[in-house]
């Protein structure tokens, strides 16, 4: 499946929704997205999985991690077709006190990718990061499908890590106006709330 | 993978183990099973994931569901082998409020399987359900890798559900014997072990 037509089976399963959306934020959006709804679809959650190997073809790593919940389904996809040992954190560890809080197995020093659906901002990202890097392993790389392009890979980068995506938002768009489910305005539109956002 | 095939590889990845294990709840156990290794090993998983097929066959359903967290990657499993769709509730939602309990596409009286690794009461499994059934999702069969013999069968079935199973631990056990991972002495410890729990 080429990366336009993942990208029309995510627009048609609802991942990825044009309209008017208000955050919690209070900000508001010309475009959603939200890649739990892969669990429903199978096939393209496969598909989803295999569009990051070549991109994880390129990285030394002995592990990949995985967050709940939203990683979880894609991660397990990766691996499908990859093969490659994976571990997840757990969100509720703190309350249990004995129980573990990464499940996979692991060593001391082992170099881990982080695998995750979409990434917006940076901060966010190396906040989970903690709980991995405190067992000591050495993460460098993240991998996700969509970079929302809101300044998330700029604030890794600042922190030493790097960034990698499979599809930009900005992409996204175009090959969405490209399969003309987007207006040359709408185009424009979502463009520009990728810049507004970004400033903010 | 013939099912002694896939028994052997969990007893090699250390999913069943032979040994004395205390229980929280004080039972010392000779064996100990626990299948959240599994996403070390993904090409066992997707083993696993495919061994639940032949029985998800004979059953007729709408959807898959799974609880966090040791089913979900095996609930992903199965998804890729026989491309059904799939849920999973969320352990968190009530923290949140306005969070989704149940991530994944359903309807009201969706007709909905339960997949999890292990049985071992039937009355844990039952509450489990609750917020499935709270959402108007019909719930009648349950499907397992191991059925542990400890009653949950029993228990599930006054409850008006059916449990399936991909092996039964006494069949695990008999498997490992065959196989010479077991002596006489310990098959029999191992069995008998399962016939103490039962009747505590």
Redesign the interface.
Known sequence: MTKKELVMSLYKIGAIKFGKFTFKSGIVSPNYVDL??L?????V??EVGKSYVPLLKKLSFD?MAGI??AA??II??V??H???????T???AKNYGTKKLI???YKKGDKVVLIDDVITTGLSKIEVLKPLESEGLKIKDIVVYIDREQGGREELEAKGYRLHSVVRLSEVFKLLHQEGILSDTQLQENLNSLKTRKSL
């Not at 669990?39 to 096939?43: A, D, T």
């Open positions: 739990r709804v669990v429903s679809y199978p096939k959650l496969s592990r709940p919940y979880l389904p397990a996809a691996g499908f990859n093969h490659k040992p994976w571990m997840y757990r969100k509720e499940e996979g197995e």
